[in-house]
Protein backbone atom coordinates (compact mmCIF):
# COMPACT_ATOMS: atom_id res chain seq x y z
CA UNK A 1 0.00 0.00 0.00
CA UNK A 2 1.59 2.97 -0.87
CA UNK A 3 -1.43 5.29 0.85
CA UNK A 4 -1.22 8.71 -0.71
CA UNK A 5 0.94 9.72 -3.49
CA UNK A 6 1.63 13.16 -4.97
CA UNK A 7 3.50 14.11 -8.49
CA UNK A 8 5.61 16.04 -8.53
CA UNK A 9 7.63 16.24 -5.49
CA UNK A 10 9.21 19.67 -6.64
CA UNK A 11 7.95 22.69 -9.65
CA UNK A 12 9.07 25.80 -10.46
CA UNK A 13 7.14 27.54 -12.61
CA UNK A 14 7.28 31.32 -14.66
CA UNK A 15 4.27 33.57 -13.99
CA UNK A 16 1.30 32.72 -16.16
CA UNK A 17 2.40 29.32 -16.80
CA UNK A 18 -0.35 26.35 -16.20
CA UNK A 19 0.11 23.09 -14.51
CA UNK A 20 -1.56 19.96 -12.98
CA UNK A 21 -0.54 18.18 -9.76
CA UNK A 22 -1.65 14.37 -9.81
CA UNK A 23 -2.52 13.00 -6.40
CA UNK A 24 -3.79 9.41 -6.04
CA UNK A 25 -4.79 7.17 -3.46
CA UNK A 26 -4.87 3.06 -3.06
CA UNK A 27 -7.16 2.63 0.36
CA UNK A 28 -10.16 2.87 -1.19
CA UNK A 29 -11.52 6.45 0.30
CA UNK A 30 -14.60 8.37 -0.69
CA UNK A 31 -13.32 11.44 -0.10
CA UNK A 32 -10.25 13.57 -1.47
CA UNK A 33 -8.64 17.23 -0.67
CA UNK A 34 -6.79 19.49 -1.75
CA UNK A 35 -4.36 22.06 1.23
CA UNK A 36 -1.93 24.87 0.98
CA UNK A 37 0.77 25.15 3.60
CA UNK A 38 1.96 28.88 3.91
CA UNK A 39 4.26 29.85 7.15
CA UNK A 40 2.37 30.90 9.82
CA UNK A 41 -0.95 29.49 8.52
CA UNK A 42 -1.76 25.96 8.96
CA UNK A 43 -2.97 24.20 6.42
CA UNK A 44 -6.05 25.55 4.14
CA UNK A 45 -8.07 23.81 2.23
CA UNK A 46 -8.78 24.62 -1.32
CA UNK A 47 -10.96 22.22 -3.10
CA UNK A 48 -12.70 18.87 -1.82
CA UNK A 49 -14.18 15.78 -3.55
CA UNK A 50 -17.10 14.21 -0.95
CA UNK A 51 -17.25 11.30 -3.20
CA UNK A 52 -16.14 9.90 -6.97
CA UNK A 53 -18.27 13.20 -9.35
CA UNK A 54 -18.53 15.81 -6.80
CA UNK A 55 -16.46 18.40 -6.48
CA UNK A 56 -16.69 21.55 -3.69
CA UNK A 57 -14.77 24.94 -3.02
CA UNK A 58 -12.97 24.66 0.29
CA UNK A 59 -11.91 28.05 1.75
CA UNK A 60 -9.09 29.35 -0.90
CA UNK A 61 -10.35 27.87 -4.01
CA UNK A 62 -9.57 31.09 -6.23
CA UNK A 63 -6.87 30.60 -9.55
CA UNK A 64 -7.44 26.65 -9.07
CA UNK A 65 -9.60 23.97 -9.98
CA UNK A 66 -9.74 20.55 -9.58
CA UNK A 67 -11.22 16.95 -11.02
CA UNK A 68 -12.15 13.69 -9.26
CA UNK A 69 -10.97 11.80 -12.10
CA UNK A 70 -11.89 8.59 -10.44
CA UNK A 71 -12.30 7.27 -7.01
CA UNK A 72 -8.24 7.05 -7.06
CA UNK A 73 -7.13 10.45 -8.40
CA UNK A 74 -8.15 13.93 -7.59
CA UNK A 75 -5.95 16.49 -9.55
CA UNK A 76 -5.63 20.25 -8.75
CA UNK A 77 -4.96 22.59 -11.82
CA UNK A 78 -3.52 26.07 -11.85
CA UNK A 79 -4.42 27.74 -15.09
CA UNK A 80 -2.29 30.61 -14.92
CA UNK A 81 0.30 30.61 -12.54
CA UNK A 82 1.16 33.85 -9.81
CA UNK A 83 3.45 34.24 -7.56
CA UNK A 84 1.08 33.83 -4.87
CA UNK A 85 0.49 30.24 -5.26
CA UNK A 86 4.49 29.59 -4.38
CA UNK A 87 3.41 26.96 -1.69
CA UNK A 88 3.71 24.00 -0.39
CA UNK A 89 0.42 21.35 -1.39
CA UNK A 90 -0.79 18.41 0.15
CA UNK A 91 -3.50 15.95 -1.10
CA UNK A 92 -5.37 14.10 1.22
CA UNK A 93 -7.99 11.31 1.47
CA UNK A 94 -10.41 10.24 4.31
CA UNK A 95 -12.72 7.11 4.30
CA UNK A 96 -16.02 8.71 4.38
CA UNK A 97 -17.98 11.53 5.57
CA UNK A 98 -18.88 9.49 8.93
CA UNK A 99 -17.64 10.98 12.05
CA UNK A 100 -14.53 9.94 13.64
CA UNK A 101 -12.41 8.89 10.53
CA UNK A 102 -8.89 10.54 10.05
CA UNK A 103 -7.25 12.34 7.07
CA UNK A 104 -4.63 10.33 5.25
CA UNK A 105 -1.84 13.23 3.88
CA UNK A 106 0.71 12.75 0.67
CA UNK A 107 4.05 14.21 0.97
CA UNK A 108 3.41 17.65 -0.42
CA UNK A 109 4.45 19.37 -3.82
CA UNK A 110 6.52 21.94 -3.22
CA UNK A 111 5.75 24.74 -5.83
CA UNK A 112 7.57 28.14 -6.31
CA UNK A 113 5.86 30.78 -9.15
CA UNK A 114 8.57 33.31 -10.00
CA UNK B 1 -9.94 35.74 11.67
CA UNK B 2 -8.12 32.39 12.63
CA UNK B 3 -10.64 30.00 13.86
CA UNK B 4 -8.18 27.63 15.20
CA UNK B 5 -4.88 29.54 16.86
CA UNK B 6 -1.82 27.64 18.18
CA UNK B 7 -0.80 30.33 20.16
CA UNK B 8 3.09 28.89 21.03
CA UNK B 9 5.33 28.49 17.30
CA UNK B 10 7.70 26.64 19.13
CA UNK B 11 8.56 24.78 22.81
CA UNK B 12 11.58 23.05 24.15
CA UNK B 13 11.20 20.21 26.18
CA UNK B 14 13.94 17.74 27.95
CA UNK B 15 13.65 14.31 26.67
CA UNK B 16 11.58 12.34 29.25
CA UNK B 17 9.63 15.54 30.83
CA UNK B 18 5.99 16.53 29.38
CA UNK B 19 5.12 18.84 26.54
CA UNK B 20 1.97 20.41 26.45
CA UNK B 21 0.90 21.49 23.17
CA UNK B 22 -1.61 24.05 23.13
CA UNK B 23 -5.13 24.73 21.02
CA UNK B 24 -7.90 27.37 21.22
CA UNK B 25 -10.83 27.74 18.93
CA UNK B 26 -13.58 30.34 18.42
CA UNK B 27 -16.35 28.33 16.46
CA UNK B 28 -18.75 26.73 19.15
CA UNK B 29 -20.46 24.41 15.95
CA UNK B 30 -16.81 22.22 16.12
CA UNK B 31 -17.49 19.40 17.88
CA UNK B 32 -14.52 17.31 16.22
CA UNK B 33 -10.99 17.99 17.07
CA UNK B 34 -7.66 16.12 15.72
CA UNK B 35 -3.82 16.37 16.40
CA UNK B 36 -1.27 15.72 13.62
CA UNK B 37 2.54 15.86 13.82
CA UNK B 38 4.73 16.63 10.62
CA UNK B 39 8.61 16.02 10.16
CA UNK B 40 9.82 18.33 7.27
CA UNK B 41 9.24 17.08 3.84
CA UNK B 42 6.68 14.71 4.84
CA UNK B 43 2.52 15.06 4.73
CA UNK B 44 1.23 15.37 8.13
CA UNK B 45 0.21 12.06 9.58
CA UNK B 46 -2.17 11.57 12.32
CA UNK B 47 -2.05 11.59 15.83
CA UNK B 48 -5.42 11.08 18.45
CA UNK B 49 -8.47 12.42 17.73
CA UNK B 50 -11.47 13.74 20.56
CA UNK B 51 -15.16 14.26 20.10
CA UNK B 52 -17.05 17.00 21.44
CA UNK B 53 -18.45 14.07 23.96
CA UNK B 54 -15.48 13.65 25.74
CA UNK B 55 -13.01 15.73 27.79
CA UNK B 56 -10.05 13.18 27.81
CA UNK B 57 -8.85 10.51 25.31
CA UNK B 58 -5.32 8.38 25.63
CA UNK B 59 -3.84 6.81 23.11
CA UNK B 60 -0.32 5.42 24.49
CA UNK B 61 2.26 8.40 25.40
CA UNK B 62 -0.63 11.06 23.82
CA UNK B 63 -3.64 12.08 25.94
CA UNK B 64 -6.12 15.28 24.00
CA UNK B 65 -7.75 17.46 26.78
CA UNK B 66 -11.00 19.20 25.60
CA UNK B 67 -12.07 21.85 27.58
CA UNK B 68 -15.18 22.94 25.94
CA UNK B 69 -16.25 26.00 27.76
CA UNK B 70 -13.24 27.57 27.53
CA UNK B 71 -12.97 26.45 23.68
CA UNK B 72 -9.45 25.00 24.54
CA UNK B 73 -7.52 21.63 24.32
CA UNK B 74 -4.48 20.15 24.99
CA UNK B 75 -2.16 17.38 24.19
CA UNK B 76 0.25 15.84 26.42
CA UNK B 77 3.07 13.58 25.55
CA UNK B 78 4.46 11.65 28.51
CA UNK B 79 7.67 11.04 28.24
CA UNK B 80 8.72 12.85 25.48
CA UNK B 81 10.83 11.79 23.17
CA UNK B 82 13.90 12.75 20.61
CA UNK B 83 11.77 11.16 17.87
CA UNK B 84 8.91 13.31 19.14
CA UNK B 85 10.39 16.79 17.73
CA UNK B 86 8.24 18.12 14.75
CA UNK B 87 5.49 20.29 13.92
CA UNK B 88 2.08 19.56 15.80
CA UNK B 89 -1.50 20.82 14.06
CA UNK B 90 -4.45 20.80 15.79
CA UNK B 91 -7.51 20.36 13.56
CA UNK B 92 -11.34 21.12 14.07
CA UNK B 93 -14.06 20.21 12.25
CA UNK B 94 -18.27 20.68 12.65
CA UNK B 95 -20.53 17.48 11.70
CA UNK B 96 -22.51 19.83 9.54
CA UNK B 97 -19.39 19.92 6.66
CA UNK B 98 -16.42 18.52 5.39
CA UNK B 99 -13.93 21.32 6.13
CA UNK B 100 -10.91 20.27 8.67
CA UNK B 101 -9.92 23.80 10.42
CA UNK B 102 -6.05 23.57 11.09
CA UNK B 103 -4.02 25.64 13.25
CA UNK B 104 -0.38 27.19 12.47
CA UNK B 105 1.46 24.53 14.21
CA UNK B 106 3.33 24.52 16.97
CA UNK B 107 7.23 23.55 16.34
CA UNK B 108 8.50 20.88 19.63
CA UNK B 109 11.91 19.75 20.24
CA UNK B 110 12.78 17.45 22.92
CA UNK B 111 16.43 18.04 23.73
CA UNK B 112 18.37 14.64 24.73
Known amino acids: NAGVTQTPKFQVLKTGQSMTLQCAQDMNHNSMYWYRQDPGMGLRLIYY???????DKGEVPNGYNVSRLNKREFSLRLESAAPSQTSVYFCASRASVREGLEQYFGPGTRLTVT | DQQVKQNSPSLSVQEGRISILNCDYT??????FLWYKKYPAEGPTFLIS?????DKNEDGRFTVFLNKSAKHLSLHIVPSQPGDSAVYFCAAKSSYGQNFVFGPGTRLSVLP
Open chain 1, 49 to 55: SASEGTT
Open chain 2, 50 to 54: ISSIK
Open chain 2, 27 to 32: NSMFDY
